[in-house]
């Protein structure tokens, strides 16, 4: 677990100087500073969608993916979750919403090859190496973003700690099953999902992106199946 905590770490640590840097950014920069970050998260949604090599199996990734949770209605909850903590932790003069940051980073900072293949080496092999570069990633992401959604950013590393520790706590059962072509598809339909929070982060519509979450998963299961 050693590698998620320094994950972990390195997202609080980051977020912590984002919100002390978001202090002194007027309201028109960050704006713009927002917009920015929008087309950046597009593109690492585009990026990651071409890792996928199977339409079919993206989309009924997605669409089976949404009926699941729509039914739990995740959205809903995150955004109970983000009321409670509202008041507890909104700056003065934010604009985002603590569950914005939170799912923005929570999702940046969890799909991709290095999270899953970094989580398992450590679990399998005690090696952190990977994790420790994602550290150094995420810990200039997490300055980036705080700076401009906020304190909910910083929640996001418990995201992290639960979806990376999941799977480093449970390498050597779940290793079979995440070989390198299951890995590119949970890439190429989560990068579908960061491509739909890209837009929400645009201002072109207001996907419930946290309902599509469930489809990042279903790749595991589709590709016994497909081909």
Same mark, same amino acid.
């Given at each position: 677990?050693?590698?998620?905590?320094?994950?972990? @770490?390195?997202?609080? %640590? #980051?977020?912590?100087?984002?919100? +002390?840097?978001?202090? /002194?950014?007027?309201?028109?920069?960050?704006?713009? @500073?927002?917009?920015? %970050? #929008?087309?950046?998260?597009?593109? +690492?949604?585009?990026? /990651?969608c071409l890792k996928g090599?199977?339409?079919?199996?993206?989309i009924l990734s997605i669409a089976i993916g949404a009926v699941i949770g729509e039914a739990i209605d995740l959205d809903d909850k995150l955004n109970k979750l983000g009321l409670l903590l509202e008041n507890k932790f909104k700056t003065e003069g934010q604009k985002t919403t603590i569950s914005e940051g939170f799912v923005t980073a929570s999702l940046l900072f969890?799909?991709?090859?290095?999270s899953i293949v970094g989580s398992l080496k450590s679990g399998l092999l005690g090696d952190h190496e990977m994790l420790f570069a994602k550290s150094m990633l995420d810990f200039i992401g997490a300055i980036i973003f705080a700076s401009t959604?906020?304190?909910?950013?910083?929640?996001?590393?418990?995201?992290?700690?639960i979806y990376q520790g999941a799977i480093t706590?449970?390498?050597?059962?779940?290793?079979?099953?995440?070989?390198?072509?299951?890995?590119?598809?949970?890439?190429?339909?989560?990068?579908?999902?960061?491509?739909?929070?890209?837009?929400?982060?645009?201002?072109i519509t207001k996907i419930k992106v946290m309902n599509y979450v469930p489809a990042i998963f279903l790749p595991i299961l589709l590709c016994l199946f497909i081909n």
């Open positions: 677990m050693l590698g998620t905590f320094v994950n972990v @770490v390195a997202i609080l %640590l #980051g977020g912590i100087i984002g919100l +002390i840097i978001h202090k /002194g950014i007027p309201e028109r920069i960050a704006d713009t @500073v927002m917009k920015g %970050l #929008g087309l950046c998260t597009l593109y +690492i949604g585009i990026s /990651g090599d199977n339409p079919l199996l993206t969890c799909v991709g090859a290095m959604l906020g304190v909910g950013v910083m929640f996001s590393a418990g995201a992290v700690l706590l449970l390498a050597q059962f779940i290793s079979p099953y995440l070989g390198d072509r299951t890995i590119a598809e949970m890439t190429c339909v989560g990068s579908l999902v960061i491509v739909a929070l890209a837009i929400n982060m645009l201002g």
